[in-house]
T-cell receptor
């Protein structure tokens, strides 16, 4: 199973872009990169996923390097409500189970 | 559209007892998976069910079991509870293809059942 490496914590000023890196150097060709976040004591919330192309939705953008060994989640205008633990996950096939790492604790400060 | 519903939200048990947790997936979702979250181990995959069949299992002892019903609702059971079983148990549902193949979409998580073992 491909594993991911993320910084333990990051700070971001409110209104600025938050760029959360993730390393997944052992990813296989058919494995997707998923990002989830978990606000304290709630269930994880899906943010975005991608295979090899960059992706954007209403919440965030996902930039995947050409060799697919790393990716960056971008929250374009971070708010205090974006304070959470962000998990970068490589989805294992078949079965689709998620292997969570320790995630990055993002603190958005006024 | 209702989200993933887990019951009970909170419960307290004593060592040696057993517990059953319930999960109702989003309507139309046929794949249900379970995760355990503890401060020390983080989020860990327990098992996944599709069409009443367990098709993936994490590294947990046999005391942890589950099942899925024909309406896709799922239950998990932990027998002979230990102090270390205290955790937030999360259920997630997702779409699955006709043959159960993984659809490259997201998992929707419930709010979890917080179990405390005394």
């Amino acid at each position: 199973d491909a594993k991911t490496t993320q910084p333990t914590s990051m700070d971001c000023a409110e209104g600025r872009a938050a760029n959360l890196p993730c390393n997944h150097s052992t990813i296989s060709g058919n494995e997707y990169v998923y990002w989830y976040r978990q606000i304290h004591s709630q269930g994880p919330q899906y943010i975005i996923h991608g295979l090899k192309n960059n992706e954007t939705n209403e919440m965030a953008s996902l930039i995947i390097t050409e060799d697919r060994k790393s990716s960056t989640l971008i929250l374009p205008h971070a708010t205090l409500r974006d304070t959470a633990v962000y998990y970068c996950i490589v989805r294992v096939y078949p079965g689709g189970k998620l292997i969570f790492g320790q995630g990055t604790e993002l603190s958005v400060k006024p | 559209k209702a989200g993933v519903t887990q019951t009970p939200r909170y419960l307290i048990k004593t060592r040696g007892q057993q517990v059953t947790l319930s999960c109702s997936p989003i309507s139309g979702h046929r794949s249900v998976s379970w995760y355990q979250q503890t401060p020390g181990q983080g989020l860990q995959f327990l098992f996944e069910y599709f069409s009443e069949t367990q098709r993936n299992k994490g590294n947990f002892p046999g005391r942890f079991s589950g099942r899925q019903f024909s309406n896709s609702r799922s239950e998990m059971n932990v027998s002979t509870l230990e102090l270390g079983d205290s955790a937030l148990y999360l259920c997630a549902s997702s779409l699955a293809g006709v043959k159960g193949e993984v659809v490259a979409g997201e998992l929707f998580f419930g709010e979890g059942s917080r179990l405390t073992v005394l």
